[in-house]
């Protein structure tokens, strides 16, 4: 299936994505009819017993081994494995840093095709699918539901705020589009959720990470990064002028300093995310504004 290029998306071409996904859809039909697909250790009653461990706040006081409690002289409680779904939420960044690549298309429009494809695979599972989209506008937030309406909403959120994205009327990206958005994924994936950030993750604070890095304790987190392979290098040697809505730069990239010094920087940066990802247990995978999104299209 071609990949979506230029500067901006339509509702049309996210919905389109969904023919890439008739296949598993009537594969799953007649696998899921009786039972479901993902086990998943939870706190709480279930089918199988699993093991016996201290008790932590939050945990069902009904699952309380009292004999143990009473030989060990601490509350232990037993923990179950059962089979459950895990609605999915995909969270999608529309801010102004995304509004940026230098071949075939933007790092916005990437995000928004890495959203669509995962909405309509997860949904093609038989899967309850909603999401979080935050851009220059503010955050809205599509409740995960098992019907292709709840994904054509979402994928009419992230087109309205691709579309919103403008060189003319962009602000500085704040910090705080970012805590708002997590906000909303507090009330809207408390627990038991699995979440899919799709961002550059430019304007995160640390302390925005750390918050996110948390959500992931009590789900299933996952993080794609996008960006642009100019900012990872800078240009051929010459002298370039660069252009935001604030400020006209002049920079010069023929010193080898300078290439080392950039690309350092963006090292630095995505490292730390990297970072925050391999300590908390979260998946995380780069993806350029050139790369192929087929490998999207298989069940995850």
């Given at each position: ?220 987190l996952q993080v794609f990064h996008v960006y642009d392979e100019l900012e990872i290098n800078l240009p051929p040697a010459n002298q370039y002028t660069v252009t935001s809505v604030a ?27 990297k970072t925050y990802c391999v300590q908390n247990l979260v998946a995380f995978e780069s993806l350029s504004t050139t790369e192929n999104l087929d490998f999207l299209?298989?069940?995850?």
């Amino acid at each position: 299936m071609a990949q979506l290029t230029g500067a901006y998306v339509t509702i049309n071409d996210l919905v389109s994505l969904t023919a890439a996904y008739g296949k598993v859809r009537k594969r799953k039909r007649k696998a899921r009819k009786l039972t479901g697909d993902r086990f998943s250790r939870q706190r709480g009653r279930g089918v199988d017993f699993e093991e016996v461990r201290l008790y932590q706040p939050g945990d069902d006081v009904r699952n309380i081994d009292w004999n143990v409690t009473a030989r060990k002289n601490e509350p232990h409680t037993k923990v179950f494995t059962e089979e459950r779904e895990k609605p999915t939420l995909v969270v999608v960044d529309q801010t102004a840093t995304m509004f940026f690549g230098s071949k075939l298309r933007l790092k916005s429009v990437v995000a928004a095709e890495i959203a669509a494809r995962l909405a309509w695979v997860t949904l093609a599972q038989h899967d309850r699918v909603g999401g979080v989209v935050f851009g220059e506008d503010g955050t809205k937030t599509t409740k995960p539901l098992r019907n292709s309406r709840s994904v054509v909403k979402l994928l009419r959120d992230i087109a309205i705020a691709n579309q919103a994205l403008r060189v003319t009327n962009l602000q500085q990206a704040k910090e705080q589009l970012w805590e708002n958005m997590i906000t909303h994924l507090q009330c809207a994936a408390p627990h038991h959720h699995r979440i899919i950030v799709i961002s550059d993750f430019k304007n995160i604070s640390q302390d925005a990470i750390q918050e996110l890095m948390h959500r992931g304790r009590h789900n299933e987190l996952q993080v794609f990064h996008v960006y642009d392979e100019l900012e990872i290098n800078l240009p051929p040697a010459n002298q370039y002028t660069v252009t935001s809505v604030a400020n006209t730069i002049e920079f010069d990239s023929t010193g080898n300093t300078t290439k080392r010094e950039y690309s350092r920087r963006y090292e630095v940066r995505v490292d730390r995310l990297k970072t925050y990802c391999v300590q908390n247990l979260v998946a995380f995978e780069s993806l350029s504004t050139t790369e192929n999104l087929d490998f999207l299209s298989l069940e995850r």
